[in-house]
Nanobody, 113 residues
Framework: VQLQASGGGLVQPGGSLRLSCAAS????????MGWYRQAPGKQRESVAL???????NYAESVKGRFTISRDNAKNTVSLQMNSLKPEDTAIYYC????????WGQGTLVTVSS
């Protein structure tokens, strides 16, 4: 299974980014999927989860600002990030949330003026 995250970049505080994750080798349909992030010097943490039916759950730190979505036909999971803050700076990853697969390289999000 390969998980390829993309869409990261440098953005000013208050800006937006949309991340995308393409899974290959395993279908995401029927699986709980998640976005995770790891900031410099910190442990990886869960940011958002989405059930097979589309129900979402968010970390308190991103609630109201981030939106997770999925497209089972395209085997992709996305994360719309609005009102970004410097503390959102991290490498962002996606994965199968119930049984983690090998982590991909992630995509770097840097929020800075």
């Amino acid at each position: 299974v390969q998980l390829q995250a993309s869409g990261g970049g440098l953005v000013q505080p208050g800006g937006s980014l949309r991340l995308s994750c393409a899974a290959s080798g395993s279908a995401i349909s029927g699986n709980l999927m998640g976005w995770y992030r790891q900031a410099p010097g910190k442990q990886r943490e869960s940011v958002a989860l989405i059930t097979s039916g589309g129900g979402a759950n968010y970390a308190e730190s991103v609630k109201g600002r981030f939106t997770i979505s999925r497209d089972n036909a395209k085997n992709t999971v996305s994360l719309q990030m609005n009102s970004l803050k410097p503390e959102d700076t991290a490498i962002y990853y996606c994965n199968f949330a119930t049984v983690l697969r090998k982590w991909g390289q992630g995509t770097l999000v840097t929020v800075s003026s």
